[in-house]
């Protein structure tokens, strides 16, 4: 089984300043990592996945997550962020083998304000 | 392609009604899955489909709880006796088989409240 660890709730940050949203997994056996994001009211969205390869990915809007094995981390960065990032992020999990579904964190609201 | 389309995107019902979603996934699209968030909670997995047969089924999903997907298109998720603890978001997603959990792509979402 996988688990899913997100450790700030809510992350309140002014327009233009760095942010990382933080989580942590859990797992017996090798993963894929995601990152959703989640805006009022609407479905999920992929953000940015590590499937294999290197460990940092990037996302096409500026965000990017590094894969740490030895720490099970998976943080998601953006140098600089803008109001219209608020919203809930999702960090999840999935084994890389056999059944695929997602096993997600709590979430992070990510509150921008100018 | 339009992605995938959930329906109704809201329901209000009385406690102990059934109510029925449904879920459209992308077409060619051969796994199918449910997963149901509550208020300040990510997503939790319910069930998966791959074509007509229904996989997996989460502990989550109690015998109140049924999922189908005749002919392996669109998929229904039934509720019967509604409790005021099923008040969630039902969410779809649809995916290959070969790209797994990688390819997922998720609906909108079916915002259940029981009264």
């Known amino acids: 089984a996988q688990s899913v660890t997100q450790l700030d709730s809510q992350v309140p940050v002014f327009e233009e300043a760095p942010v990382e949203l933080r989580c942590n997994y859990s797992?017996?056996?090798?993963?894929?990592l995601f990152w959703y994001v989640q805006y009022p009211n609407q479905g999920l969205q992929l953000l940015l996945k590590?499937?294999?390869?290197?460990?940092l990915v990037e996302s096409i809007n500026g965000f990017e997550a590094e894969f740490n094995k030895s720490q099970t981390s998976f943080h998601l960065r953006k140098p600089s962020v803008h109001i219209s990032d608020t919203a809930e992020y999702f960090c999840?999990?999935?084994?890389?083998?056999?059944?695929?579904?997602?096993?997600f964190g709590k979430g992070t609201m990510l509150l921008v304000s100018p | 392609d339009t992605g995938v389309s959930q329906n109704p995107r809201h329901k209000i019902t009385k406690r102990g009604q059934n109510v029925t979603f449904r879920c459209d996934p992308i077409s060619e699209h051969n796994r199918l899955y449910w997963y149901r968030q509550t208020l300040g909670q990510g997503p939790e997995f319910l069930t998966y489909?791959?074509?007509?047969?229904?996989?997996?089924k989460s502990r989550l999903l109690s015998d109140r709880f049924s999922a189908e997907r005749p002919k392996g298109s669109f998929s229904t998720l039934e509720i019967q006796r509604t409790e005021q603890g099923d008040s969630a978001m039902y969410l779809c997603a649809s995916s290959l088989a070969n790209t797994g959990a990688g390819g997922y792509t998720f609906g909108s979402g079916t915002r259940l409240t029981v009264v």
């Open positions: 590590y499937l294999s390869g290197s460990t």
């Open positions: 489909f791959q074509n007509e047969a229904q996989l997996e």
């Open positions: 999840a999990v999935s084994p890389s083998s056999g059944y695929s579904t997602l096993t």
């Open positions: 797992s017996s056996v090798s993963v894929y």
